[in-house]
């Protein structure tokens, strides 16, 4: 069962190899045998990292950020994964994935190490995977591990279910801080940031999101703060390092880092129930069996899903229990 | 168990009575026991409401799209249930969609009826409780029902998991059509719409949203058209509403129609079975267990996801299934 490979790449990876992470990675994010078994390998090692969503509309900038965050921690001797998640579509993914890693120019420097992961096709689940990658940059040694995803809409993954800090990028420009309240980001974010402050209206999103935050449920005791950046130029960004620190500390000092993390881990583990037991149904479906062949015609009135979700699990479930 | 209140509704719902299918929707929504048991009465009537997805970035002007769209099919003698899906947060929730009911002129004409879903709060699982919403519209008679989604990143609500035609909304903005890509929503359009387009970039827009379809695999036989609309004064609407019946012929008339609904049936169907299995895997841990029993200390260390679902699953379902 790979047993040998397993532990010869583990013992790899925790030497410090990038080429052992980057199969690691491969194989949790594939859910493959010998990615599980890594991963239980893998996981006692954790703990250290911690753990940035960065998140927002399309256009705002986020990578840019990103990558300028990241030289800022690599010059003061820190170590960073990033996790791009992009939701590119299967017939232009792979080109622009690979695009975006040769755009960047953090690719050449030391003690940065950048994963995209797609949300469409492939295997789905990165809810269940993006965490699990994480971890294993952990144990690898990143200090910082960023997850950078688009945020509007309930995404795949769901960026305040895996990271420690979650920041908000958005950008001057009318109306985009109602309908990052539309998307739901306005809820999620501890840190807020209005890149591109150099444009007209930067003054008017910086009000309108504090506007929108008055609004929000401040009993966790933390007001977030709503920065100015210049991606591009760097302005800003070492006052976002510092306000991530802060809110670090903030978690770390109130006990509140633990809780959350153990929170986002049962909700991993939830993802990864589900999806077992969703496979032992297609297991005792038996061979070929597929929901599929519970569903007649559909070409005109036909029966209620919820009924034959119950003869599905009436009969193939259920009965084998008793 | 309610049999004679769910009889009665549905009987009054079939009669055309709006409230009755109002107060449906919020059962199904809900995935009321009566809700359910109205779906088994409900489902046998459907088929006849044409499904439209209208989806694309927030700020692109969907809804004044889909109210310019609704009253001209309202125009032509034809009834429209609307779904808007809204990612709103649960702070300002329920103001936001109030607001979005008020302030859509259609409210007070007849033949339509607008109902909002959000993302977030509730019981979630929109992907399974969207579609039969729709069908609870199709049985009260609606001719179309069409879904309005922020289409960025995976939605909650695939989109095209639940239309038979998917139109995406842009606007002549730089780099909005990369944008939609990077999104995914590129993939998913059967019909292209760039609105506003009155403003600079519309001519850039339709050229790079032309140029990027070319790329796509074009194996179906449908040629996505990419038309222009003002939706604020009604140009381009008449366009649109053809180019949807088009697409519907061409769907009928090569048995792709029925083929596509069983596929979204399916997946609607999937969608049920697994929450099921979850929720009776809830039921098997007893009462007051939760997957939180199982996961111990995570402020340092500790064991893989996996190994702990496996656990759960061996000691709990798998053993008693022998």
Same mark, same amino acid.
């Given at each position: 069962?790979?047993?040998?490979?397993?532990?010869?790449?583990?013992?790899?990876?925790?030497?410090?190899?990038?080429?052992?992470?980057?199969?690691a $990675?491969?194989? #949790?994010?594939?859910?493959?045998?010998?990615?599980?078994?890594?991963?239980?390998?893998?996981?006692?090692?954790?703990?250290?990292?911690?753990?940035?969503? $960065?998140?927002?509309?399309?256009?705002?900038?986020?990578?840019?950020?990103?990558?300028?965050?990241?030289?800022?921690?690599?010059?003061?001797?820190?170590?960073?994964?990033?996790?791009?998640?992009?939701?590119?579509?299967?017939?232009?993914?792979g080109?622009?994935?690979?695009?975006r890693?040769?755009?960047?120019?953090?690719?050449?420097?030391?003690?940065?190490f950048?994963?995209s992961?797609?949300?469409?096709?492939?295997?789905?689940?990165?809810?269940?995977?993006?965490?699990?990658?994480?971890?294993?940059?952990?144990?690898?040694g990143?200090d910082y591990?960023?997850?950078?995803?688009?945020?509007?809409?309930?995404?795949?993954?769901?960026?305040?279910?895996?990271?420690?800090?979650?920041? $908000?990028?958005?950008?001057?420009?009318?109306g985009?801080?109602?309908?990052?309240?539309?998307?739901?980001?306005?809820? $999620?974010?501890? #840190?807020?940031?209005?890149?591109?402050?150099?444009?007209?209206?930067?003054?008017?999103?910086?009000q309108?999101?504090?506007?929108?935050?008055?609004?929000?449920?401040?009993?966790?005791?933390?007001?977030?703060?709503?920065?100015?950046?210049?991606a591009?130029?760097?302005?800003?960004?070492?006052?976002?390092?510092?306000?991530?620190?802060?809110?670090?500390?903030?978690?770390?000092?109130?006990?509140?880092?633990?809780?959350?993390?153990?929170?986002?881990?049962?909700?991993?583990l939830?993802?990864?129930?589900?999806?077992?037991?969703?496979?032992?149904?297609?297991?005792?479906?038996?061979?070929?069996?597929?929901?599929?062949?519970?569903v007649?015609?559909?070409?005109?009135?036909?029966?209620?899903?919820?009924? #034959?979700?119950?003869?599905?699990?009436?009969?193939?479930?259920?009965?084998?229990?008793s």
């Amino acid at each position: 069962m790979g047993g040998n490979d397993v532990r010869e790449l583990v013992d790899r990876l925790l030497a410090g190899e990038v080429p052992a992470l980057a199969r690691a $990675i491969t194989w #949790i994010e594939n859910e493959d045998e010998r990615g599980i078994a890594a991963l239980d390998a893998l996981y006692p090692l954790t703990g250290n990292a911690y753990r940035v969503g $960065i998140s927002g509309p399309p256009g705002a900038g986020k990578s840019t950020l990103v990558d300028t965050l990241t030289e800022r921690l690599l010059d003061a001797g820190k170590t960073v994964g990033i996790i791009a998640v992009d939701p590119t579509s299967p017939f232009t993914g792979g080109a622009l994935l690979g695009d975006r890693i040769r755009m960047r120019g953090l690719g050449t420097r030391d003690g940065v190490f950048i994963r995209s992961m797609a949300t469409r096709g492939g295997l789905g689940g990165l809810s269940r995977s993006a965490p699990s990658v994480a971890a294993a940059m952990d144990a690898f040694g990143h200090d910082y591990v960023i997850f950078e995803t688009v945020g509007v809409g309930q995404s795949e993954l769901d960026i305040a279910d895996a990271a420690d800090t979650t920041v $908000i990028v958005l950008v001057p420009e009318s109306g985009d801080s109602i309908q990052a309240m539309k998307a739901g980001l306005m809820e $999620i974010g501890e #840190i807020f940031v209005v890149n591109k402050a150099d444009r007209d209206g930067a003054d008017t999103t910086v009000q309108e999101i504090t506007s929108m935050l008055a609004l929000r449920d401040q009993g966790g005791g933390w007001s977030p703060p709503v920065l100015r950046t210049i991606a591009s130029t760097g302005e800003g960004v070492a006052e976002l390092a510092g306000t991530i620190e802060k809110h670090r500390e903030f978690l770390s000092s109130r006990g509140l880092l633990t809780e959350r993390r153990r929170a986002h881990f049962i909700a991993q583990l939830r993802e990864i129930v589900v999806a077992e037991l969703e496979k032992d149904l297609y297991t005792r479906l038996g061979a070929g069996a597929e929901l599929g062949s519970f569903v007649g015609d559909v070409s005109k009135g036909h029966r209620s899903p919820y009924q #034959i979700a119950r003869e599905v699990l009436d009969g193939v479930v259920r009965d084998r229990r008793s």
